[in-house]
T-cell receptor, first 113, second 116 residues
Framework: AQSVTQLGSHVSVSEGALVLLRCNYS??????LFWYVQYPNQGLQLLLK??????LVKGINGFEAEFKKSETSFHLTKPSAHMSDAAEYFC???????????FGQGTELSVKP | EPEVTQTPSHQVTQMGQEVILRCVPI?????FYWYRQILGQKVEFLVS????????KSEIFDDQFSVERPDGSNFTLKIRSTKLEDSAMYFC??????????????FGPGTRLTVT
């Protein structure tokens, strides 16, 4: 079975500070990993994904994540937070291309001026 | 940019009533999904659908739930006799065929179902 754990249900950073949202996964097969963002009253939007190949993945809005198999982690980072980054962020895992997504519980990111 | 749409945005119903949640996937997509999120909990997979049949379903998706693609554009989730615990945000998602490495699921904005 697969599972995802996101450490911290709420993270608060100052504008311009580093954003680090943590995600650890459990999977018995090579995982496909995703980060989604949800703005208020909107659907889930894909930020980035890891399938195979390069372990450092770049996504939209300046976000990136690194797949670390030895640590079973897929943490999301952004060097400098912007007010518009305030949203809920979900890490998800799948066991095949296009299969069902198993989500973490989400992390709400707040950005202080 | 094409997007998945869902109607209604908010549905209030009484316990025991039937509800139908509607989704219009992106037009060239062939794989369809329903997920739900109970307030304060994780987004959970309910069912996936391809070629007019269910590909996979979770334990949540019991006999009270059904899905249908009644025409070439809509994808619906029906709950026959709603319970209080069915109150949640329901998300529809769709995906194109895998050719070319495309495996992203595109999500709709959700329907908030409130059962009273």
């Amino acid at each position: 079975a697969q599972s995802v754990t996101q450490l911290g249900s709420h993270v608060s950073v100052s504008e311009g500070a580093l954003v680090l949202l943590r995600c650890n996964y459990s999977s018995s097969v090579p995982p496909y990993l995703f980060w989604y963002v949800q703005y208020p009253n909107q659907g889930l939007q894909l930020l980035l994904k890891y399938t195979t190949g390069a372990t450092l993945v770049k996504g939209i809005n300046g976000f990136e994540a690194e797949f670390k198999k030895s640590e079973t982690s897929f943490h999301l980072t952004k060097p400098s937070a912007h007010m518009s980054d305030a949203a809920e962020y979900f890490c998800a895992v799948s066991n095949n291309q296009g299969g069902k997504l198993i989500f973490g519980q989400g992390t709400e990111l707040s950005v202080k001026p | 940019e094409p997007e998945v749409t869902q109607t209604p945005s908010h549905q209030v119903t009484q316990m025991g009533q039937e509800v139908i949640l509607r989704c219009v996937p992106i037009s060239n997509h062939l794989y369809f999904y329903w997920y739900r999120q109970i307030l304060g909990q994780k987004v959970e997979f309910l069912v996936s659908f391809y070629n007019n049949e269910i590909s996979e379903k979770s334990e949540i998706f019991d006999d009270q739930f059904s899905v249908e693609r009644p025409d070439g554009s809509n994808f619906t989730l029906k709950i026959r006799s709603t319970k209080l615990e069915d109150s949640a945000m329901y998300f529809c998602a769709s995906r194109a065929p895998l050719a070319g490495g495309e495996n992203e699921q595109y999500f709709g904005p959700g329907t908030r179902l409130t059962v009273t």
